[in-house]
């Protein structure tokens, strides 16, 4: 019988993007692996050695700082850069990016003595960037519009003087993320005390800990999850994914979520096996509020499965790579899907008027196409249009698919997937 290897996550991209922030304060970014798999981490990754050249030869590295499409890429650089005395940078990115909300972080910044001129419209990005030693001081920010920028003023706080205490005017929303930012950030000898109301972070110095690891991604993960759910007539295994009590990702919830779908999760030394006992309901109520990136292949896992299904706590899904809430919308129409979306939930209360269509628009979001892709194992063919969208977080994702079942063809601007378990 046809045994298949092991499917192969990326890196974190939270705790990558945190790890690598950290190292740069530490003055070890340089000891850094390269982090070849995932668009995100590159940008950062190279977004703080231009910045670390510039330190030390104020006359070298790039005039600007391009961060692609990534948001959390353009938050933590825009601290970073603004926290580093003597950098001078253009802090750029594409025009989605640019547009996306910035306001809270920069008011923060700027209280604190930032350099920041905004080039676009409205006091959006490009950014121009004087770098300079901020002042610390107790500052107030809201926590409904996106913890990154929580976690962005944590990572920058220690080198403000005196630090930094932080009042949150509104709670916080995908507070484990925070928390993953506070859990990095103890491991560099930084001691962070965060609360519901807010966080206090001290003045110091970030030192590099030994053999310092970055897990392998859940919200990656997360689709496989989505695809056992849907249906594969074997179990999947996920290689090097740490069990949720040992992980300092949030999204390691997922596995507690897909258990409604009796998604069993059997974790070792190597990581995870994926098996289902297919007593599954036919409706659930999720607060997604902190697992946010996990709402596309939710939704898809419920569609596929026959699941109605009421997920809240998703409104902040408007303002990421795309207005995820409309991308699902639309897409879910293609298929005879109606769903319900309000201010802060999006649902589906069964039905369906017929398949339209199977090529599927990306909106230059990576979770959106790979969500997506995985619905072939319920429908047999898929077409996902602008398939490289994966790269900002999962490159070797169509590398991936064949270990569960489903085989992908490049057609010019579409990447056809299909399943093809019968044939194995």
């Not at 974790?267 to 997604?288: A, C, H, K, Q, S």
Request: proline content about 6%; charged content about 25%; hydrophobic content about 40%.
């Amino acid at each position: 019988m046809y045994t298949p290897p092991p499917v192969n996550l990326p890196y974190s991209k939270s705790i990558g993007a945190r790890y690598l922030v950290a190292s740069f304060f530490a003055g070890t970014l340089t000891a850094c692996p390269e982090f070849n798999d995932c668009d995100d981490l590159r940008v950062i990754q190279k977004a703080l050695l231009d910045l670390a050249l510039n330190k030390e030869h104020p006359a070298c590295g790039e005039p600007h700082l391009d961060i692609h499409a990534s948001g959390t890429a353009f938050r933590f650089i825009t601290a970073v850069c603004a926290s580093t005395e003597g950098a001078d940078f253009l802090v750029t990115g594409t025009p989605r990016v640019c547009g996306r909300p910035m306001r809270p972080l920069l008011d923060v910044l700027r209280a604190a003595g930032a350099s920041i001129d905004a080039q676009g419209d409205n006091g959006t990005g490009p950014y121009k960037v004087e770098g300079r030693r901020l002042q610390g001081g107790s500052y107030e920010i809201r926590g409904d519009v996106s913890s990154q920028f929580i976690s962005a003023l944590m990572l920058v706080a220690p080198t403000w003087k005196g630090g930094m205490k932080l009042r949150f005017t509104t709670p916080l929303v995908s507070r484990p993320y925070a928390e993953m930012t506070a859990a990095v950030m103890k491991q560099f000898g930084i001691e962070v005390r965060l609360t519901d109301n807010g966080v206090e972070v001290p003045e110091g110095t970030y030192i590099t800990p030994p053999n310092f690891k970055v897990e392998a991604d859940w919200s990656a993960a997360g689709f496989f999850y989505e695809a056992i759910a849907i249906y594969t007539p074997r179990s999947i295994r996920l290689a090097g994914l740490r069990p949720p009590v040992e992980s300092l990702q949030g999204d390691s919830s997922t596995a507690d979520i897909f258990r409604k779908f009796g998604v069993i999760s059997e974790f070792d030394d190597e990581g995870v096996t994926l098996e289902t006992n297919r007593d599954l309901p036919d409706y659930i109520e999720v607060d997604m509020t902190d697992t946010p990136d996990l709402v596309p292949a939710l939704v898809v896992a419920c569609i596929g499965r026959g699941c109605r299904f009421l997920l809240t706590g998703v409104k902040n899904l408007r303002v990421k790579e795309s207005d995820r809430l409309a991308a699902l919308q639309t897409e879910m129409s293609k298929f005879g899907y109606t769903l319900k979306v309000d201010e802060d939930s999006i649902a589906w209360e069964g039905g369906s008027t017929g398949l339209k269509s199977r090529d599927i628009e990306t909106y230059d979001d990576h979770r959106i196409a790979m969500a997506f892709a995985i619905y072939a194992l319920h429908t047999g063919l898929i077409r996902i249009h602008h398939p490289e969208v994966v790269d900002k977080s999962f490159e070797d994702f169509w590398n991936q698919l064949p270990k569960i079942g489903l085989t992908c063809r490049r057609d010019g601007e579409y990447m056809e997937v299909s399943d093809r378990w019968e044939e194995l």
